[in-house]
């Protein structure tokens, strides 16, 4: 099938998904009596089986996201080089106040002095992800097990520093070159968690793929409520026929 079918199918799928959702949540808030409806001008009403009318409407609405899920392009749910460029810029952000102490280390013995005989005077420095320095691009959200070497490969940040310090009444330029640091999980789950919130706003991924999912689910989530709601009565009526059954079984 040609892409741009694909394309087209999914927007179309999409747009009645999140119509009959909308329609579904304005029903459900103005409590609409759905026993009588208009349908092309012309009034229906509902005699049989009335209980049952807002299961039917959220099952409709099942089929609509089943059909969204099917016309979804392939890895569309998966977070895309937008979002992954938003975390790494997050984590390559943080990382460097988050090990300011080891780097500090690093830059005292590279300079061969002891912390109490060396001044700081200006810091450069350049952070790159590990994985971009060869040819195979990669990212730490494609992972889920943090104990797997090769992720941690992929979170590893590499630090370029050029500092000048005073040693000896002295001034000193000196380079530190790949300083590799393994980023801890906890710093990367709330790298991971700003830049999901961020890229929620900054970028298309979350409202058109990820939200029409939520708009539906909750949309059949309060019908099947309301459905159940209304039929709880013969819901255990039908729960203690069962267990008398099962007694005299």
């Not at 409407?57 to 609509?64: K, R, V």
């Not at 569309?76 to 990382?95: G, P, Q, W």
């Not at 005292?108 to 320095?133: E, F, N, P, R, W």
Request: charged share 20%; aromatic share 14%; glycine share 2%.
């Amino acid at each position: 099938m040609d892409a741009i079918d694909v394309e087209s199918d999914f927007k179309k799928s999409r747009a009645f998904l999140l119509t009959y959702s909308t329609l579904l949540l304005l029903l459900w808030y103005f409590s609409v009596d759905l026993r009588a409806f208009s349908f092309l001008g012309v009034s229906i009403g509902i005699r049989d089986n009335i209980q049952n009318v807002h299961l039917v409407a959220a099952l409709g609405n099942l089929y609509l996201l089943i059909r969204f899920f099917q016309k979804s392009p392939r890895g569309c749910f998966k977070l895309n080089e937008d979002m992954i460029s938003v975390f790494e810029s997050v984590l390559k952000t943080i990382a460097p106040y988050a090990y300011i102490r080891r780097l500090a280390l690093a830059m005292y013995k590279s300079a061969g002095q002891a912390k109490d005989d060396v001044k700081l005077v200006k810091i450069y420095k350049q952070v790159t992800m590990g994985h971009q320095l060869s040819d195979d691009y990669s990212s730490i959200l494609k992972f889920i097990q943090y104990r797997n070497p090769e992720l941690a490969k992929r979170t590893e940040l590499s630090f370029d520093i050029s500092f000048s310090f005073i040693a000896a009444e002295q001034e000193h330029t000196q380079i530190i070159r790949n300083e590799l640091v393994v980023p801890n999980i906890f710093l990367v789950r709330i790298c991971q968690l700003y830049a999901l919130t961020k890229g929620s706003f900054t970028t298309s991924w979350f409202t058109d793929y990820i939200l029409p999912v939520l708009y539906a689910l909750l949309a059949i989530i309060l019908f099947v409520n309301t459905w159940w709601q209304r039929n709880a009565i013969d819901h255990a009526v039908f729960k203690d026929s069962f267990n008398q059954m099962l007694i005299s079984i």
